[in-house]
């Protein structure tokens, strides 16, 4: 049952009552990623007070949008039912547009690997990548391993440690390696090129070979491609 009712019949009202709360589609956001004991979910949303992390869990289940599993050596972790992946398209949107207005972040502001890698999946065109990419992308304390081969996007989180449900991490060196700040939004939005980003000190290249920094700016980027470019398959 959702907490509050809006008093009101339609789609926005019943999907704002489930997942409109605070802290609820920043939940979505992180499963979307991949399953979460509630430890990881927690660490992955620092500011949460866990009668609140508990009460929203709680809440998505009873909605259909969440349901907790079993997972070998794992214990039980959280995941999305069909119905709660189907948010995943007006997540990647809601991201898109939120990037737009994005500055510098505040003093408390945190990183975290899921919502990288939820932008990244935001920003990816499909099919741009050309050659296929192994990018190792470094924020902060933050390292995601990012891999594309035409329409196929794979992201591991490196650091910190992935929780064990993230599945095995690739092996070999990646193609690339570079490190960005919070620059590198303006990569993402594509208000500056590669050229431009470098210049700027909004990504340095740590190794590897430089020629694909532009490959990799031009396939994450939500200044141009449609929807259908945009999809992953």
């Known amino acids: 049952m959702a907490a509050r009712s809006y008093g009101q019949y339609g789609g926005v009202a019943a999907a704002v009552e489930l997942v409109g ?11 979307l ?11 992955g949303l620092p500011r949460i007070p ?15 949008v969440v349901r907790r ?4 050596r794992c214990g039980l972790v959280y995941e999305l039912t069909d119905y709660g992946r189907e948010l995943e398209p007006i997540v990647l949107a809601l991201a898109r547009w939120g990037l737009r207005t994005l500055g510098e972040p505040g003093a408390d502001d945190v990183f975290t690997p899921d919502s ?8 990816f065109r499909p099919g741009a990548a050309r050659p296929p990419l192994d990018v190792e992308l470094r924020l902060h304390e933050i390292a995601l391993r990012v891999q594309v081969a035409g329409a ?5 989180q490196l650091a910190p440690p992935a929780p064990p449900v993230g599945g095995a991490l690739p092996t070999g060196e990646p193609g690339l390696t570079i490190a ?33 920094l532009d490959p990799f700016v031009q396939t994450f980027r939500i200044g141009s491609g449609t929807d259908e470019e945009r999809r992953i398959a």
């Open 50 to 64: 866990t009668n609140i992390l508990s009460a929203r869990l709680k809440e998505l289940q009873d909605g259909g």
């Open 180 to 212: 960005a700040g919070s620059g590198i939004r303006h990569v993402l939005t594509g208000t500056k090129d590669a050229a431009a980003a470098l210049e700027d000190g909004d990504i340095v290249v740590v190794s590897g070979d430089a020629a694909l």
């Open 116 to 123: 990288l890698t939820v932008a990244l999946r935001a920003a």
């Open 152 to 156: 196929a996007l794979q992201i591991a």
């Open 33 to 43: 990623v991949g399953p979460r004991r509630y430890t990881d979910l927690k660490a």
């Open 21 to 31: 709360e605070r802290w609820a589609l920043l939940i979505v956001r992180d499963l």
């Open 69 to 72: 599993v079993p997972i070998l």
